[in-house]
């Protein structure tokens, strides 16, 4: 049972131009979301969180968006910069013990 | 600052053979410490995690184990190695109450 899905295996964006990553989950419990970013052949390292009292969460060039009613999540990067390319992964945990990934997302900036 | 160790970073075993993978913290004490895995073409799974020395909470049912001898040492083994336990494990641990996981930087684990 998948309970955080990212749908979109890969997404390719144009430098400069905005990155939206998706993602939705399942269990009503999760009160906690996180996207990681990750290089091949390295850990994921965390980029942005946000508890499901808030709608949203800016930093720097990235802001997570959370809906609650429908269950989704979404990462904005803007501007995309070729550095940005790499895999991120959505996860969600249903307290402070354990997160639960979706399956990535391969992002690609063209130059 | 903290830093998580996790060695060795590739491991090429044969079928049957044993498994000792391990993984340690430093600059932090009573952290949460993680076991997942990321197989070819799919997410992180989480296969254990520990909340204190000798606690340890399995996942999924699996060919594998966990141990947790010392507060910041976290290992993952297994008696016999199956073709379908290649994948690449990772570490991880955070710091309670704080959800955010900080990971090491992997195993590359082929099983032949």
């Known amino acids: 049972d998948q309970q955080v899905k990212q749908n979109s295996p890969s997404l390719s964006v144009q430098e400069g131009r905005i990155s939206i990553l998706n993602c939705d989950y399942t269990?009503?419990?999760?009160?906690?979301f996180l996207w990681y970013k990750k290089y091949p052949a390295e850990g994921p390292t965390f980029l942005i969180s946000?508890?499901?009292?808030?709608d949203k969460n800016e930093d720097g060039r990235f802001t997570v968006f959370l809906n609650k009613s429908a269950k989704h999540l979404s990462l904005h990067i803007v501007p995309s910069q070729p550095g940005d390319s790499a895999v991120y992964f959505c996860?969600?945990?249903?307290?402070?013990?354990?997160?639960?990934f979706g399956q990535g997302t391969r992002l690609t900036i063209n130059p | 600052s903290q830093t998580i160790h996790q060695w060795p970073a590739t491991l090429v075993q044969p079928v049957g053979s044993p498994l000792s993978l391990e993984c340690t913290v430093e600059?932090?004490?009573?952290?949460?410490l993680y076991w997942y895995r990321q197989a070819a073409g799919r997410g992180l799974q989480l296969l254990f995690y520990?909340?204190?020395?000798?606690?340890i909470s399995s996942e999924v049912p699996q060919n594998l184990s966990a141990s947790r001898p010392q507060d910041r040492q976290f290992i993952l083994s297994s008696k016999k190695l199956l073709l379908s336990d290649s994948g690449f494990y990772l570490c991880?641990?955070?710091?309670?109450?704080?959800?955010?996981?900080?990971f090491g930087q992997g195993t590359r684990l082929t099983v032949v």
């Open positions: 991880a641990w955070s710091r309670p109450p704080d959800t955010e996981a900080f």
């Open positions: 269990n009503s419990m999760f009160d906690y």
């Open positions: 946000i508890s499901s009292i808030k």
């Open positions: 996860a969600a945990s249903p307290g402070a013990q354990k997160l639960v």
């Open positions: 600059g932090t004490s009573n952290p949460n």
């Open positions: 520990s909340v204190g020395i000798g606690q």
